[in-house]
Structures are given as structure tokens and as C-alpha cells.
């Protein structure tokens, strides 16, 4: 796929694409597709605890993958999947919060999952998007 450019942000972005042999977002086209992010430490890798805490680093994290593969950000998301462990109203709750601080204007498609585990021990939460960048 070498057709394709791959992107993987400094810190965790790095250590995941050498550790696991993955990328952060691809570009195709006018799309930005990421992986999913959860609520970790960008720069460590150290994940919140409290969930409220790491679906709002989850969502900065979005942003940070967007945004360093040349996108704008959340106000070009049209398509969000999110995956929790456990799923319930606060999760819920906490994700309706950001989705009003972070698209004020509109209203992204979303799928939402609970799940019984997600790729690291202490992950809660896992935000995958799709983004429109025209450029």
C-alpha cells in the first residue's frame, strides 16, 4: 500500500507503530481514517484511571492524530466508532460532553460498543474516526 501515507504522532503514535507494527491514521484521498485512540498519555503512554479522565484524553488524542495527519481536528470528524469496557451512563455521558465541546456545529454518525477488552490492560475507552479534509 505504498500508495498511501501513514502517519504516527511523536510519543505513543512511535512506540505503537514499532511495538505493535501499526499506524496512528492513513490518508486517502480527502479522508483521514484513524486508529483508534484511547485515553493515555500522549507523550508516556500512561493511562487515566478514572474514566471521565480518559475519554477526554482519548478525545485530545483524536485530535493530536488528526491534526498531525494534516488535518483540522474534530470539526471535520463525520464518523466516530467507540468501543468501551464497561458501557454505561457515565461512559455515555462523558462522550456526549466531548462530542458537544469538540463539534459544536454538527452532529458526527456514531457507533457505539461495549466490549469485554480492549488492546491494553487498563484501557476503558478506544475512539476511532473518520475525517473530511478537502485541503
Sequence with gaps: MSHLTYY?????GKRNQQKFKYSQAVRIGDRIECAG???WDPTTGVFYKEINAQIDQAFKNVELNLQNAGGKGWEQVFRVNSYHVPINDEALEAMVRNFRKYMP???PIWTCVGVTRLGEDDMRVEIEVVAHDPK
Design 8 to 12: 504516527n504522532y511523536d510519543g505513543v
Design 37 to 39: 485512540q484511547g485515553g
Design 105 to 107: 456545529d454538527h452532529e
